[in-house]
C-alpha cells in the first residue's frame, strides 16, 4: 500500500489555466504538507496542515489554495497558472508537527 | 531564521569508498535533525533521524549523529555502492517554525 500519493504524476497545462493536484495519506497522520522543488533541487514549504489549522508560508502567491476534505487528503488548487509555477510539487504528511514527514511520489507540473 | 547548509556536489566517489557528506544548521530552538534521499524520478524518502544532542541515526550503513557544539549533523557511510546515487537532503525541524527546512541537496554520484 502506497504512503503518501499523488495525482496526477505529470501535468502539463497552459499559462492562464486553473488546475488542482490530489494528495492522499493512509497513515493515519494528523498534519499534512505540499512543498514546490525547483529546478535546482531546492525544497521550499509552502503550507501545513494541521488540525483543521492552516500555516501558510508568507512567500507563496494566493493563487496557490489548500484544500482538505478531510484527514487524509489535501489537494493543492492553483489558479491562473503561470510560468514561473513550472516545479514539483510533494505532498507530505507527518504524525504531528514537528515528527518526520513521509512523502509523496511528486507531481512534475510544467506550464507552457 | 533556520537555515541548513550542505555540500552541494556534485559528489563523484568510486564504489566502495568512505562517504562525508557534510551538513551544518543554524536554528532557534532546539530541532530535530533528519537526512532525506531522494533517487531519480522519485519522491524523497527519509535515511536517518536524531532528536537530540549526542544522538545517532543510523539506516542502511549510513550514519550521522547529532552535534549540538558544532551545530553538524554530517553523514557518513563505510562504503558506497552504485545504488546510493541519488541526492541526499539534510533537513531540520524546529518547534519555533513551520514544516522542514531542507538543505539544497548533495549529489552523489557512485561509480563502478
Known amino acids: 500500500d502506497t504512503a503518501v500519493s499523488q495525482t496526477p504524476k505529470y501535468l502539463v497545462t497552459q499559462m492562464g489555466n486553473d488546475k488542482s493536484i490530489k494528495c492522499e495519506q493512509n497513515?493515519?497522520?494528523?498534519?499534512m504538507y505540499w512543498y514546490k522543488q525547483d529546478s535546482k533541487k531546492f525544497l521550499k514549504i509552502m503550507f501545513s496542515y494541521n488540525n483543521k489549522e492552516l500555516i501558510i508560508n508568507e512567500t507563496v502567491p494566493n493563487r496557490f489554495s489548500p484544500k482538505s476534505p478531510d484527514k487524509a487528503h489535501l489537494n493543492l488548487h492553483i489558479n491562473s497558472l503561470e510560468l514561473g509555477d513550472s516545479a514539483v510539487y510533494f505532498c507530505?504528511?507527518?504524525?504531528?508537527?514537528?515528527?518526520?514527514?513521509?512523502f509523496g511520489p511528486g507531481t512534475r507540473l510544467t506550464v507552457t | 531564521g533556520d537555515s541548513v547548509t550542505q555540500m552541494e556536489g556534485p559528489v563523484t566517489l568510486s564504489e566502495e569508498a568512505f562517504l562525508t557528506i557534510n551538513c551544518t544548521y543554524t536554528a532557534t530552538g532546539y530541532p530535530s535533525l533528519f537526512w532525506y534521499v531522494q533517487y531519480p524520478g522519485e519522491g524523497l524518502q527519509l535515511l536517518l533521524k536524531?532528536?537530540?544532542?549526542?544522538d545517532k541515526g543510523s539506516n542502511k550503513g549510513f550514519e550521522a549523529t547529532y552535534r549540538k557544539e558544532t551545530t553538524s549533523f554530517h553523514l557518513e557511510k563505510g562504503s558506497v555502492q552504485v545504488s546510493d546515487s541519488a541526492v541526499y537532503f539534510c533537513?531540520?525541524?524546529?518547534?519555533?517554525?513551520?514544516?522542514?527546512?531542507f538543505g539544497k541537496g548533495t549529489h552523489l554520484i557512485i561509480q563502478p
Open positions: 533537513a531540520l525541524s524546529d518547534r519555533g517554525a513551520d514544516g522542514l527546512t
Open positions: 536524531a532528536t537530540k544532542a549526542d
Open positions: 497513515l493515519g497522520h494528523d498534519t
Open positions: 507530505a504528511s507527518s504524525q504531528a508537527l514537528f515528527y518526520e514527514q513521509y
